[in-house]
């Protein structure tokens, strides 16, 4: 397939190139930018004045929900949805069921990952069996079936025992861990931000030190051990300027925030919504405030959606009962460009944080939009509104809190490895 896109503004923020050109791709390449070589004839045309064309997204966080959670949502369904939000690479989660803890697991998600339309994508590994946290995987066997890094994802490691000697083996062996940092003790049962609504309604309580004791404890370890650690989903202030102050410290470190705490606050769930229940929980406006500006300044590295799709049945629950997650990935684009113009950030900068910084963080090749590069791209309307509903949802996951809200910013096509996988109304 050979595709021309014409007179779109072409943005790769990896190298700085902001201008209206062209883009040319064939055999799964960009293989010229501006003037095409003299023998191109393109199969597809696009149009794209008044448009942005970017690399592809790539995206940190997205729960497929397979194998074992299909109820909730199935791969199929899930990679539309992500393809939609011009997601073209996209690492997930290793809590389904069974966990991704047996390279025939990894191996398996990737074959139908990859014969089926949609995003790369990347499998993080189970960091312990069944993630109980009690006993390593053969991470050298998961790494060679597919896995990109090793996580717990929201399960606990209890025990420091078992993380140092995680850390020990994965510098080892030159694997990062992806660590989301919550104190157990400190934040079993909570539902909720300890701050004004857990103490106005009663509902037990996550505190801000359920997250930064369990960071200390990881920033010690990696002084002590020298392993990567990539932090997922930082929720407060005082856990930024701990990362502010061992990324100084020079520690090999680099974190993310999910979308919804870029906007969001504990004020949003005031009402009961069980959308806005969510794991970190929405903290504090001055928490969410500092992960803005944590985000311009570079503390935090990335953003990522933290799609979790969850059934209709387990979010129409009591907020205390219902299950945490909200469905992101069609969603990210429009809140990053929300959170670039609420804060006067230029376009491309925004951008890397969702392109070229996740992809940086996965060891991946997209994020970059260059001659010889990797056809992966997003083209999208800045300028189009349009409401969230579970009808503009492809996800099977409608659990938003942003349902009927305008949003700004619409994906118009995406191309993943030189192929046309996603256009707007088709």
């Not at 074992?68 to 992500?82: F, Q």
Request: hydrophobic share 40%.
């Amino acid at each position: 397939m050979k595709i021309r896109i014409k007179d779109g503004r072409v943005i790769d923020p990896a190298s700085g190139l902001d201008g209206v050109q062209d883009v040319f791709i064939a055999a799964g390449r960009i293989v010229a930018l501006g003037q095409g070589p003299a023998d191109f004839h393109a199969n597809l045309e696009i149009d794209a004045r008044g448009l942005v064309v970017c690399p592809g997204l790539v995206d940190l966080s997205v729960r497929l929900r397979e194998p074992g959670l299909e109820y909730m949502a199935t791969l199929e369904s899930e990679m539309r949805a992500s393809a939609a939000g011009g997601v073209t690479s996209l690492a997930c989660p290793p809590d389904t069921d069974p966990p991704l803890d047996e390279p025939g697991l990894v191996e398996m998600l990737k074959f139908r990952a990859k014969n089926s339309p949609g995003p790369r994508v990347y499998p993080v590994g189970a960091l312990t069996w069944k993630l109980k946290g009690e006993r390593l995987t053969e991470m050298g066997e998961l790494h060679e079936a597919g896995c990109v890094a090793f996580s717990q994802t929201d399960a606990p490691m209890v025990d420091t025992t078992v993380l140092l000697r995680s850390m020990e083996y994965a510098y080892t062996l030159g694997f990062p861990l992806w660590l989301r940092p919550q104190d157990y003790y400190l934040s079993r049962e909570g539902v909720v931000h300890d701050g004004v609504v857990s103490a106005r309604y009663g509902l037990p309580a996550i505190p801000v030190p359920a997250e930064t004791v369990a960071l200390q404890t990881i920033l010690l370890l990696v002084r002590e051990t020298g392993a990567r650690v990539h932090l997922c989903r930082l929720s407060s202030r005082a856990g930024v300027e701990m990362v502010r102050q061992a990324k100084a410290d020079g520690l090999p470190i680099t974190c993310d925030v999910g979308i919804h705490h870029v906007h969001l606050s504990e004020m949003d769930t005031a009402d009961f919504n069980a959308n806005c229940h969510m794991i970190p929980p929405l903290r504090s406006q001055r928490d969410r405030d500092a992960l803005r500006q944590a985000l311009k300044d570079g503390v935090i590295d990335a953003i990522c959606s933290d799609h979790a799709p969850v059934d209709d049945d387990a979010k129409e629950k009591p907020f205390q009962e219902s299950e945490p997650g909200a469905t992101g990935v069609e969603l990210l684009l429009p809140l990053v460009l929300k959170w670039a113009s609420e804060t006067g950030m230029p376009l491309a900068q925004a951008l890397a944080k969702v392109t070229a910084r996740p992809a940086g963080i996965l060891g991946v090749e997209g994020g970059v939009l260059a001659v010889d590069g990797p056809a992966d791209l997003c083209v999208f309307d800045p300028q189009a509104h349009w409401t969230v509903s579970p009808g503009t949802l492809l996800s099977l996951g409608k659990n938003s809190p942003y349902l009927g809200m305008e949003l700004q910013g619409k994906v118009r096509y995406a191309i993943i490895d030189g192929h046309l996988d996603f256009r707007d109304g088709h």
